[in-house]
């Protein structure tokens, strides 16, 4: 008799703040990573099991936050942020070098990698300062929200980290723009952004600099720097309608594929399944971003609303940006396939932001403080 109570009380206690068709959605996501990476790595069974287990961690975070009450939630946007911007300050100062990047620091412990924290804790801090202000939001209060944006941004894009400092840009113009900034400031900045292109041109890097010219006409430099876009286009296109079948990839299996199980694992599924795989694929996508624009919709907060769609606009922005990246249309900037692409940073990062999600929903009430 008590087993029998118990059980059904486990389940309910670690099922309660979950939202099963959101779950369901990107637990297919991963488990077609799963497939593709074992094709991708040619059958290495280890890293197939390495993916798993960052999957399982990054279930028990989407579990954690998912489990986390939404005042807490509110509470922890500040110190959070600012626990980011001392890491980032931390990198900038004593950060290790890794192919002429500093983007890691050494905690003893660990190392880790602070600009994936920011992913987070950007719109989460912009969202906090809007809720305090929402009575009477004024340009100034505008201002300010984008001066939180920008400042973990340069420190990002000093690094050099271009590709998290776009993802983390686009993740708080979201904030801004659900915010209700009025168009004509938004026409004023990108009149603004386009008139300082030469100079933003002057400030890249000259790698960064080749990825965009490379952009423009890859076969400049077919073997070096356009060797990537133009061997993803070929794996992309050779799949065709069907697909060359399952394991049967040749652009991959003959390593003709570079980072085949990170930024270039779209191209792997695309050669192995082809246009109507890429449907199925897209498909998925656009489910679980419904999904969100669904939770934002029927967030009850002005906070909970403006994290929501956040959360779900930048999720589809790592997916646009790595597929349009693979077929030509973006220049390579190093961002994975969401749910996909081998990984644990960016997998425990999306999923802390999905837990985010389904507390927003299952907890509807948000408590003051």
């Not at 340069?154 to 113009?173: E, K, M, N, V």
């Not at 801004?176 to 004023?188: D, I, K, N, P």
């Not at 191209?267 to 489910?287: K, P, Q, R, T």
Request: aromatic residues 12%.
């Amino acid at each position: 008799m008590i087993k029998q109570r118990f059980w059904p009380r486990l389940r309910k206690r670690f099922t309660l703040h979950l939202d099963p068709v959101l779950l369901a959605a990107i637990g297919l996501l991963m488990l077609t990573g799963l497939a593709v990476l074992y094709s991708a790595s040619d059958g290495d069974w280890g890293r197939v099991l390495k993916q798993m287990a960052n999957m399982l961690v990054a279930f028990g975070v989407l579990w954690l936050a998912a489990n986390l009450p939404l005042h807490y939630l509110l509470r922890t946007a500040l110190p959070v942020y600012l626990f980011g911007m001392a890491l980032l300050v931390g990198v900038a100062l004593f950060g290790e070098i890794s192919h002429g990047a500093r983007r890691w620091l050494n905690i003893g412990v660990a190392t880790i990698q602070p600009s994936e924290l920011m992913k987070i804790a950007v719109p989460l801090m912009m969202a906090w300062y809007f809720e305090k202000h929402e009575a009477a939001l004024t340009l100034k209060n505008y201002f300010v929200a984008a001066l939180l944006l920008l400042l973990p941004v340069l420190l990002i894009a000093r690094q050099p980290d271009l590709g998290t400092a776009l993802l983390i840009s686009a993740s708080g113009f979201y904030v801004l723009f659900l915010a209700g900034l009025s168009w004509r400031v938004m026409g004023v900045l990108l009149v603004a952004g386009l008139g300082s292109l030469p100079v933003l041109w002057s400030m890249l890097h000259d790698y960064q600099r080749h990825r965009i010219l490379m952009l423009l006409d890859p076969t400049q430099d077919a073997l070096g720097k356009g060797y990537h876009t133009i061997q993803g286009t070929i794996a992309v296109g050779s799949g065709g309608v069907l697909g060359k079948g399952y394991l049967n990839g040749t652009q991959t299996h003959l390593d003709f594929l570079p980072e085949r199980t990170t930024d270039f694992i779209f191209a792997v599924y695309s050669e192995e399944f082809g246009l109507l795989g890429n449907l199925i694929l897209l498909g998925m996508y656009l489910f679980v971003i419904a999904r969100g624009f669904i939770i934002t919709a029927d967030a009850s907060t002005y906070f909970t609303r403006l994290m929501a769609g956040s959360i779900t606009l930048t999720f589809f922005t790592y997916a646009f940006v790595n597929m349009g990246m693979v077929i030509g249309i973006l220049p390579v900037v190093g961002v994975p396939l969401p749910l996909v692409s081998y990984g644990g940073t960016s997998m425990v990062t999306l999923l802390l932001g999905f837990g985010m999600l389904m507390s927003i929903h299952t907890h509807k009430k948000l408590v003051q403080t």
